[in-house]
């Protein structure tokens, strides 16, 4: 997806094994702010590993740079692997809780729009309603507009994750070769 006419500027999903440490977000969100990158969305989460967290990142910006961000992200001690995955196969998803305005007499309505999106009203109060969505930003930016006017009192979103379809996991030990599982330390690529 170019954005831009002819700029070469495109959209980059990148998706960064990180070690669950302190720190380790504000050096990659560092990285592209060092670099005069905007990050359009970044979402963090622990992974099924303890030890290791996931960073999201989505960026706007020439494929070279992004490449030369890649490599240097790969050289911070804490950082296990980081993948552009944005030339991958991959789902995305984003999470918002909206919380608009609904009278008694509109919320009828407000259910079938809710349904419509596939959707949550996860709290009802007498004049306004909470509503939890998930899927592409699309999806979420369609509800948005569409109970907009109500009159949206707050919005918040989780920024996108993403993970590349297969059964090819990015994992720490794809890169260690022969090595056997249970003796790869979880390092940086710095200490390999």
Known sequence: MSTGGGTG?????????????????AHVSGMFA?????IESLAVGETD???LSRITVVVNGDDRLLEQIRKQLEKIVT???VQDISREDFVERDLMLIKFDAQAEHLAEVKALVDIYRGRIVDVGPEQVMVEISGQEK??????DAVRPYGIRELARTGRIALVRGSRPMRPE?????T???????VGHSHL
């Open 9 to 25: 500027r495109k959209r980059h999903v990148l998706s960064a094994l990180v070690q669950n440490q302190p720190g380790v977000l």
């Open 34 to 38: 060092s670099r005069g990158f905007n």
């Open 49 to 51: 590993d303890p030890h």
């Open 79 to 81: 950082v296990v692997k």
């Open 139 to 144: 999806k979420i930016e369609a509800f948005v």
């Open 174 to 178: 794809e890169d260690a070769g022969e």
């Open 180 to 186: 056997d599982a249970s003796e790869t330390a979880v």
